[in-house]
């Protein structure tokens, strides 16, 4: 009985990734130059991108093929189980069907490999040697460290020195895939150098790590930087997953009323939705679909955040780019899923919840780990912080279920796996996690500040 089937794991790896661009509802603003106050060039960011990359990032080809390389590299792990929580399900005595499309069970135990080995791939292919980048926790450096080891690039990363030093877990994956890492600040860099000079012990943030690896790329030969996250091409390498999961489900014979996934810079939900979303737009979808971004409290983009140009970085190196922000200046509090603490989201996903497409919402970390724990108990998977967003949002959705009697199929990702990220739960366990709430007052501040630097923001019409 195909109805009684716990996971598949049978799936077909796509031939194709699914580029959303031409089917957005409207253009893509452009990145924008602060400088010149005009889009950029593409030639610019071919300092730190190789051209195909670049080409991909402003594609408006709606199906990009695979190379069979890269097929060969995501068969050491894909296609990913879909599962079906029945656990869950009976325990909310819901009459939802909840499904999970599950990363975990990639090397570095996360979605992030499906762009890391693209990248890896046409970088090799560029001829390039060293590949740098920036972590925090070490869940993007990991993919990274394993995809450069697949095509025998160097690695160089630029890893948060509070995380180097309290959360060494994923770097020893890093060093054991060859990975060069340094603790940022480090003396690796000018930047880096002239901020040990000031305070020796600068614990370092995200921003740092990201000038130094930019900095590392454009001043050594036949070197370039790499990011986990936000851009279209990476987005576009995640749509692996939303085509193996629409596969997965027909089989099944169903089809979802409802996607749901947490959005730290929005790469992972993407790659799962947009593939349906390509079904709505093509007129395909059997279902009227819902598409549910989840993001913490602590950091609320989207819920909280302002739909304008801002930069990427704290640093300010990117360009400004059109997007929900809490201002680029944010200062993310300290909860433990380390992978949405970030004050902006891609482009494409911020334009979707713009025009109502994508709706979101925010929970605290408290409420998500206790979602978390109750899924580890009934389904056995131990979810990473990230996820557990998502979890939180379905077991509401159930529940509500439960009350209009609803029989709301929901698929939602699972992008990885919590075995890491056991202090997190340590801390849950011993009730040290505070329910944050970032202030609305301190969005405002930030975006203050934004204009007063660029006043000119206020009329640009892009
Ligand atoms: C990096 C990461 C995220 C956040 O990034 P997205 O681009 O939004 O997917 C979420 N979950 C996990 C497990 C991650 O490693």
């Given at each position: 009985m195909v109805s009684a089937i716990r996971v598949i794991v049978e799936a077909t790896i796509p031939d194709y990734w699914y580029n959303i661009l031409p089917d957005l509802p409207k253009p893509l603003p452009p990145p924008i130059n602060p400088a010149t106050k005009e889009p950029i060039n593409p030639k610019d960011l071919e300092i730190i991108f190789p051209k195909e990359l670049i080409k991909q990032e402003m594609s408006n080809e709606r199906w990009i093929p695979i190379p069979k390389e890269i097929k060969e590299a995501y068969r050491l792990w894909r296609p990913t189980p879909l599962y079906r929580a029945y656990n869950l399900e009976s325990y909310l005595k819901t009459p939802a069907k909840i499904y999970y499309k599950y990363e975990g069970v990639s090397p570095p135990g996360s979605h992030k490999s499906n762009t890391a080995i693209a990248q890896a791939y046409y970088n090799y292919k560029e001829g390039i040697e060293n590949l740098t980048t920036e972590t925090g926790a070490g869940q993007w450096g990991s993919a990274l460290a394993f995809a450069c080891h697949m095509f025998g690039l160097k690695a160089r990363i630029y890893m948060v020195r509070s995380s180097y030093d309290q959360k060494p877990y994923r770097r020893i994956l890093m060093q054991l895939w060859n990975a060069d890492v340094y603790a940022s600040p480090s003396n690796n860099t000018k930047y880096g150098k002239s901020l040990l000079e000031k305070d020796?012990?600068?614990?370092?943030s995200l921003g740092i790590a990201i000038s130094e690896a930019i900095e590392d790329a454009i001043t050594h030969e036949k070197t370039k930087y790499s990011l986990g996250s936000v851009l279209n091409h990476v987005l576009l390498h995640q749509t692996v997953i939303g085509q193996e999961a629409k596969q997965q489900i027909e089989y099944l014979d169903d089809y979802p009323d409802m996607i749901v996934g947490c959005i730290g810079g929005g790469s992972s939900f993407s790659g799962l939705f947009w593939p349906f979303y390509y079904d709505v737009v093509s007129k395909k979808a059997k279902k009227n679909i819902e598409f549910i971004a989840v993001e913490p409290t602590a950091a609320p983009s989207i819920t909280k955040g302002v739909y304008i140009y801002d930069h990427g970085d704290t640093a300010r190196l990117t360009p400004l780019i059109k997007m929900y922000t809490l201002g680029h200046d944010f200062i993310p509090p300290p909860i433990h899923a380390g992978g949405l603490r970030y004050h902006g989201k891609a482009p494409t996903l911020c334009l979707l919840a713009n025009e109502g497409i994508v709706k979101t919402r925010a929970y605290n970390q408290l409420e998500v780990f206790n979602a978390a724990s109750l899924f580890f108990k009934l389904e056995g998977i131990l979810p990473a912080p990230e996820p557990a967003h998502a979890i939180k949002a379905v077991i509401d959705e159930a529940i509500k279920c439960r009350q209009t009697g609803e029989e709301k199929t929901i698929l939602f990702l699972l992008?990885?796996?919590?075995y890491f990220d056991i202090k997190a739960y340590q801390d849950y366990l011993e009730n040290k996690l505070l329910p944050y709430e970032y202030p609305e007052e301190e969005v405002k501040k930030s975006i203050e500040r934004l204009y007063e630097l660029y006043p000119w923001l206020k009329n640009i019409n892009f």
């Open positions: 020796p012990t600068n614990p370092g992008c990885g796996h919590g």
